[in-house]
């Protein structure tokens, strides 16, 4: 489910799990080149002919600087006329790979990186081009190699460390990624991605304490900052008689997650408010521990302190075995009765809900999602009903294909997130790749599958099958890297045993 973000804060932090590391790409000169006529650039959308340039000198110079301003669709044309007549150039092979790593095209962006290495396999540049294709195409240990060679080109790169441990985490290797970041940490103890990487593979592992400690690092990076207020963070300071201000971060999932450390929060003695985003508002209404929602730049400024989410369960000394239950969410009457009027003709049936895509700005979207068509394999199951709980761009296509006909779309009207948890609570079962459907449906208790792919999120380790975060989830693994149709046959058997078990 995807509804618009709206903060209240001056600063909106963005979300960067699983992101960080992928360094932006700047395009290999080759060689030498001649200046160039930039009008070629303005190109028609027939492909280019090798006969308008002078030389293959000429052909590479406007393909670079096509690529370099941003005219993709002009340099993919050039890339491929240039290719085909000098197949053996690897830095223009590496270009044009990362050229659609760029567009998400993860899969022509691997196989472009390997003709790159088979051609100069000993180059640093295209070496780190490969290992970053790699990764996002899935080829997890192949990427890992690569990282494995960087490392030994520039082995006083904090960065090489960095992403080694990043390829790590990614297999699920957390106690060696920690070992190679403390490591590292010896010898650039002030290089903030280091202390990130080292913050998910503690989380990882259980150990929240020095895991939320060193996830502080975040904000010492170059791809967030903290909100502006002219009042001090919260450390832990006794809050008796004090304002303390909680800001949303990342992602709807994170906010629902940590809504949890509201009430603790607030039994130390302080009034608590907290610059909701609307999308959330109605579902937080009756928050316990919160006393007021902030609204305006006094109220903010009215407070003692201020703390982003995602610090609360530091200073609330959370441990493994200490996590707070899920926090209550409020569902109003209007939003109760409207699902019921949606679901009712489905009532004598096993109701399903599913979720197939998160928010598509995330980065790593790709890997955790899938198409809404994996679910049609479950549309021959006898007495499911199954229910689309997916709001944004990609319903165009869900109704489109004519999917809609066979799966109830619930969701593409829903005003907000309680509207969301209304038809939730309808439901029999939610079935759906990570996102903040997940939290809201572990949230309220309703039994909840969530599937999740090859490196998933921290939250969802040590356990195999489960989280002491949401007691009714059930984490469904894949087990090969971008492999969803094992699972989708996992599913079937699982849920046709489900439906045959409701009707008797």
């Given at each position: 489910m995807?509804h618009?973000?709206l903060?209240?804060?001056?600063?909106?932090?963005i979300s960067?799990?699983?992101?960080?590391?992928?360094?932006?790409?700047?395009?290999?000169?080759?060689r030498?080149?001649?200046?160039?006529?930039?009008?070629?650039?303005n190109?028609?959308?027939?492909?280019?002919?090798?006969?308008?340039?002078?030389?293959?000198?000429?052909?590479?110079?406007?393909?670079?600087?096509?690529?370099?301003?941003?005219?993709?669709?002009?340099?993919?044309?050039?890339?491929r006329?240039?290719?085909?007549?000098?197949?053996?150039?690897?830095?223009?092979?590496?270009?044009?790979?990362?050229?659609?790593?760029?567009?998400?095209?993860?899969?022509?962006?691997?196989?472009?990186?390997?003709?790159?290495?088979?051609?100069?396999?000993?180059?640093?540049?295209?070496?780190?081009?490969?290992?970053n294709?790699?990764?996002?195409?899935?080829?997890?240990?192949?990427a890992?190699?690569?990282?494995?060679?960087?490392?030994?080109?520039?082995?006083?790169?904090?960065?090489?460390?960095?992403?080694?441990?990043?390829?790590?985490?990614?297999?699920?290797?957390?106690?060696?990624?920690?070992?190679?970041?403390?490591?590292a940490?010896l010898v650039?103890?002030?290089?903030?991605?280091?202390?990130?990487?080292?913050?998910?593979?503690?989380?990882?592992?259980?150990?929240?304490?020095?895991?939320?400690?060193?996830f502080?690092?975040?904000?010492?990076g170059?791809?967030?900052?903290?909100?502006?207020?002219?009042?001090?963070?919260?450390?832990?300071?006794?809050?008796?008689?004090?304002?303390?201000?909680?800001?949303?971060?990342?992602?709807f999932?994170?906010?629902?997650?940590?809504?949890?450390?509201?009430?603790?929060?607030?039994a130390?003695?302080?009034?608590?408010?907290?610059?909701?985003?609307?999308?959330?508002?109605?579902?937080?209404a009756?928050?316990?521990?919160?006393?007021?929602?902030?609204?305006?730049?006094e109220?903010?400024?009215s407070?003692d302190?201020?703390?982003?989410?995602?610090?609360?369960?530091?200073?609330?000394?959370?441990?493994?075995?200490?996590?707070?239950?899920?926090?209550?969410?409020?569902?109003?009457?209007?939003?109760?009765?409207?699902?019921?009027?949606?679901?009712?003709?489905?009532?004598?049936?096993?109701?399903?809900?599913?979720?197939?895509?998160?928010?598509?700005?995330?980065?790593a979207?790709?890997?955790?999602?899938?198409?809404?068509?994996?679910f049609?394999?479950?549309?021959?199951?006898k007495?499911?009903?199954?229910?689309?709980?997916?709001?944004?761009?990609?319903a165009?296509a869900?109704?489109?294909?004519?999917?809609?006909?066979?799966?109830?779309?619930?969701?593409?009207?829903?005003?907000?997130?309680?509207?969301?948890?209304?038809v939730?609570?309808?439901?029999?079962?939610?079935?759906?790749?990570?996102?903040?459907?997940?939290?809201?449906?572990?949230?309220l208790?309703?039994?909840?599958?969530?599937?999740?792919?090859?490196?998933a999120?921290?939250?969802?380790?040590?356990?195999?099958?489960?989280?002491?975060?949401?007691?009714?989830?059930r984490?469904?693994?894949?087990?090969?890297?971008?492999?969803?149709?094992?699972?989708?046959?996992?599913?079937?058997?699982?849920?046709?045993?489900?439906?045959?078990?409701?009707?008797?």
């Open positions: 995807c618009n973000a903060s209240v804060v001056s600063a909106e932090t960067f799990i699983l992101g960080r590391l992928l360094a932006p790409f700047h395009p290999i000169p080759w030498c080149y001649t200046p160039f006529n930039e009008n070629i650039v190109m028609s959308p027939a492909a280019p002919n090798i006969q308008n340039f002078k030389s293959l000198n000429d052909l590479a110079n406007a393909a670079l600087a096509a690529h370099q301003k941003g005219n993709l669709d002009d340099a993919i044309k050039l890339y006329v240039y290719l085909s007549r000098n197949p053996s150039d690897a830095m223009f092979w590496s270009n044009l790979g990362a050229l659609f790593r760029s567009r998400k095209n993860y899969d022509l962006a691997a196989a472009c990186q390997h003709r790159a290495l088979h051609l100069k396999p000993d180059s640093a540049s295209i070496v780190n081009n490969a290992a294709a790699f990764y996002d195409a899935g080829l997890s240990e192949e890992l190699r690569l990282r494995r060679k960087a490392l030994k080109f520039e082995p006083g790169k904090a960065e090489n460390y960095a992403t080694l441990a990043k390829c790590l985490r990614g297999l699920g290797r957390y106690s060696e990624a920690e070992a190679e970041m403390k490591k940490l650039h103890p002030e290089e903030p991605e280091l202390h990130i990487q080292l913050a998910f593979c503690q989380l990882s592992l259980g150990n929240y304490p020095d895991g939320f400690k060193s502080h690092w975040r904000w010492e170059d791809e967030i900052s903290p909100p502006e207020f002219d009042i001090p963070q919260w450390q832990g300071e006794d809050l008796s008689g004090k304002t303390i201000l909680v800001t949303p971060e990342q992602g999932g994170d906010t629902v997650l940590m809504a949890r450390f509201f009430a603790p929060l607030k130390l003695g302080g009034t608590v408010k907290f610059a909701c985003k609307p999308p959330l508002r109605r579902l937080f009756d928050m316990p521990g919160i006393d007021h929602f902030a609204e305006s730049r109220e903010l400024d407070c302190y201020w703390t982003p989410m995602m610090d609360l369960p530091r200073y609330l000394n959370t441990t493994l075995e200490t996590v707070p239950p899920p926090a209550p969410l409020t569902i109003p009457q209007d939003s109760i009765e409207r699902a019921r009027y949606i679901m009712q003709p489905f009532n004598n049936m096993f109701k399903l809900g599913i979720l197939w895509s998160g928010s598509l700005t995330y980065r979207n790709h890997k955790r999602s899938f198409g809404h068509q994996q049609l394999k479950l549309a021959d199951i007495g499911l009903q199954m229910v689309s709980l997916y709001k944004g761009p990609l165009e869900f109704h489109a294909d004519g999917s809609s006909c066979v799966i109830l779309d619930a969701a593409s009207q829903d005003r907000d997130f309680a509207d969301s948890a209304a939730i609570k309808e439901l029999d079962l939610v079935v759906t790749m990570d996102s903040a459907i997940a939290h809201v449906a572990g949230s208790g309703v039994p909840v599958w969530d599937l999740l792919h090859s490196e999120y921290w939250l969802y380790e040590p356990f195999d099958d489960h989280t002491p975060w949401y007691p009714s989830m984490l469904v693994r894949q087990r090969e890297a971008g492999n969803w149709d094992k699972v989708f046959d996992q599913l079937h058997t699982e849920i046709s045993t489900l439906v045959k078990e409701k009707q008797g």
